[in-house]
């Protein structure tokens, strides 16, 4: 209300201001004739003045906010990768018993164009995520997951994370998966229906975790070849994967 107020007062100034000046000129010329073709000419200006601000200034205007948003964005989603969801995807990615069948879709390299990226990601969303519950350190999975609970929190608290319902998603899953691990004080006596449930949760956030990073690694190739680099380097599904760079 106070801000509308404040547009409100502005407005009136600017037209009695605009009034003013126009008695001015009246009074200077005493030529109406003159005022008003000047006045009309102003006016039928406007709709030109209009397209020009609503439709192309504040459309450039939108696109650099929309780019600047998209770099925070994705400097937050770097952040999770490199502090535990890399870390994360080569755990749970080692208990797929199916991931041979497209572990040679996900490395990446150097020379993939974005068809190749969308051609992956589109296959991948026919793929069946899953997990081998009973292979799994699930004391060991737990532990990762609440050493890093503050840190994927501080995560959720950041507003731009309002524009990428995809990756807040994989929170979501992440942070569920982390409070049915905490809630169980041991795992050796759990029932198969209870594994079975667990598996699903882990699932759900393991094909979310492997969508993001490919999404991911796509964004560093187009913007940052050197960030890329590492990413390939240390890809979680590359088993002859390096950070040494040999050649």
């Known amino acids: 209300m106070k801000r509308l107020n404040w547009q409100v007062r502005l407005g009136v100034i600017l037209v009695l201001a605009s009034a003013i000046l126009y ?6 010329f005493r030529d109406v004739h003159y005022l008003f073709f000047y ?6 200006f406007v709709p030109i003045e209009v397209l020009l601000v ?8 939108r696109e650099r906010e929309k780019r600047s948003r998209l770099e925070k964005l994705n400097m937050v989603i770097g952040a999770f990768f490199s502090v535990v969801g890399t870390r994360l995807l080569v755990y749970l990615s080692d208990f797929d018993p199916k991931l041979q069948t497209v572990r040679k879709d996900l490395i990446v390299r150097q020379n993939w164009t974005d068809r190749e990226f969308e051609t992956v990601a589109a296959g991948l969303r026919k793929y069946d995520y899953g997990v081998d519950i009973r ?18 929190v501080r995560l959720l608290e950041n507003p731009t994370l309002l524009e990428h319902e995809t990756f807040t998603e994989l929170l979501r899953a992440v942070f569920h998966v982390t409070e049915e691990l905490e809630n169980r004080p041991e795992f050796r006596t759990l029932p198969g229906t209870d594994f079975a449930h667990l598996a699903a949760d882990i699932k759900r956030a393991y094909g979310r975790l492997v969508s993001e990073w490919l999404d991911y690694m796509r964004y560093l190739k ?15 599904f590359d088993q002859e994967a390096s950070p040494i760079v040999r050649v």
């Open 222 to 236: 187009l913007n940052y070849p050197y960030l890329f680099s590492l990413a390939m380097r240390t890809n979680p």
């Open 39 to 44: 006045l009309l000419h102003d006016i039928a």
């Open 54 to 61: 609503t439709l192309i200034i504040q459309q450039l205007l």
């Open 135 to 152: 292979r799994i350190d699930l004391e060991h999975l737990r532990d990762l997951l609440t050493a890093n609970r503050d840190f994927m």
């Open 23 to 28: 008695i001015v000129h009246y009074a200077v």
